[in-house]
């Protein structure tokens, strides 16, 4: 059974973060790029934005008791293939998982600019993932 209080918590840090992020969107890139605290301000954030991502596809993995996923990025492909989530979206979420792991487990230093990148383009696709969620679940009930 799908516990609604679940999304909405991780819901909740997803949309904390954003707030965050949305306002770092707007800094130019050479004033990012030359301030440490920011910098690790958003790579905390997009960790929290995509943990909280994860937490939920897996929730209803559990819940709907569909296929065992082995790895975080396999949970978007799941929810794709029982068309949960749009297949296009699946593989920009699967992506973000990756990074994911780049940024928890330190494999190698992150990229500025590619933060930076994800900051201004990817957004959308964490925002993307919660109204298609929203939608499953309204048109479940």
Do not use: G, P, W
């Not at 959308?124 to 919660?130: K, L, V, Y």
């Amino acid at each position: 059974m799908i516990d609604q209080e679940i999304i909405e918590s991780r819901f909740d840090i997803i949309e904390e973060n954003m707030k965050y992020l949305q306002k770092v969107q707007k800094v130019e890139y050479f004033s990012f790029a030359e301030n440490f605290e920011k910098i690790q301000a958003v790579k905390h954030s997009l960790q929290e934005c995509i943990e909280a991502c994860i937490d939920v596809a897996n929730h209803l993995i559990s819940a709907l008791i569909l296929q065992r996923a082995d790895t975080y990025t396999e949970m978007f492909l799941i929810l794709s293939q029982n068309e949960i989530i749009s297949h296009e979206l699946a593989k920009k979420l699967a992506e973000m998982a990756k990074f994911r792991n780049l940024l928890v487990h330190r494999y190698a230093d992150i990229d500025t600019k590619r933060l930076y990148n994800i900051l201004q383009r990817e957004l959308t696709d964490i925002q993307a993932f919660m109204r298609e969620i929203s939608r499953y679940l309204d048109n479940k009930t």
